[in-house]
Nanobody
Framework: QVQLVESGGGLVQAGGSLRLSCAASERTFNNYAMGWFRQPPGKERELVTAISSGGNTYYADSVKGRFTISRDNAKNTLYLQMNSLKPEDTAVYYC????????????????????WGQGTQVTVSS
């Protein structure tokens, strides 16, 4: 499977912004559907947003209008721009990948993904 490394997490005040990156060590990154998940303290891992290799996107209601997922296939990198951050956004954020040759498909459940990063901590203070 493709190896994934998240970066960009940190401590930010409520209302602030943060940009996460997920670097993929795979030249065929263009053929992977990608997703961002998060796991708040004491909670189960949940989907934040997903993107197909062709750019179709899905957002959880809790982040819609505040977060933006994007990808740069030339750099084999996935991004998550997070604006208007809230304390409830505090979590470990993970990127995930699944190879697919259908450019329109994305996955909003965890089980289809077969590659995961180690996670990056995002803490939003109030």
């Amino acid at each position: 499977q493709v190896q994934l490394v998240e970066s960009g997490g940190g401590l930010v005040q409520a209302g602030g912004s943060l940009r996460l990156s997920c670097a993929a060590s795979e030249r065929t990154f263009n053929n992977y559907a990608m997703g961002w998940f998060r796991q708040p303290p004491g909670k189960e891992r949940e989907l934040v947003t997903a993107i197909s290799s062709g750019g179709n996107t899905y957002y959880a209601d809790s982040v819609k209008g505040r977060f933006t997922i994007s990808r740069d296939n030339a750099k084999n990198t996935l991004y998550l721009q997070m604006n208007s951050l809230k304390p409830e956004d505090t979590a470990v954020y993970y990127c995930a990948a699944r190879r697919t040759y259908d450019s329109s498909v994305y996955y909003y459940a965890a089980y289809p993904y077969n590659s995961w990063g180690q996670g990056t901590q995002v803490t939003v203070s109030s």
